[in-house]
Nanobody, 117 residues
Framework: QVQLVESGGGLVQPGGSLRLSCAASGSLFSINAMGWYRQAPGKERELVATITRGGTTNYADSVKGRFTISRDNAKNTVYLQMNSLKSEDTAIYYC???????????WGKGTLVTVSS
């Protein structure tokens, strides 16, 4: 199994920045990609950014140029640096890991990001 724990959420003003962290544990060698998703009230969960084991990144158009996903393999941690935050970025952010060995996705419990003046 894989366990994911998010941290770093909080309240920030529009235009501000936050960095989210996702610490992974368990069967780490089974993971070939990780990512961040978010869900706002009344909306479906949507993909924000992904990073593969090879380092390839992908972003939703709504965050491209503002958010950066990165990893620290030594710390088994994936980060999401969020800059120029907007009110519409307000959501619960979830960490995700895909394991082809298990044939499933693993999810964290989420961390709340609130962008408000």
């Amino acid at each position: 199994q894989v366990q994911l724990v998010e941290s770093g959420g909080g309240l920030v003003q529009p235009g501000g920045s936050l960095r989210l962290s996702c610490a992974a544990s368990g069967s780490l060698f089974s993971i070939n990609a990780m990512g961040w998703y978010r869900q706002a009230p009344g909306k479906e969960r949507e993909l924000v950014a992904t990073i593969t084991r090879g380092g390839t990144t992908n972003y939703a158009d709504s965050v491209k140029g503002r958010f950066t996903i990165s990893r620290d393999n030594a710390k088994n941690t994936v980060y999401l640096q969020m800059n120029s935050l907007k009110s519409e970025d307000t959501a619960i952010y979830y960490c995700n890991a895909f394991s082809p060995v298990y044939g499933k996705n693993f999810w964290g419990k989420g961390t709340l990001v609130t962008v408000s003046s």
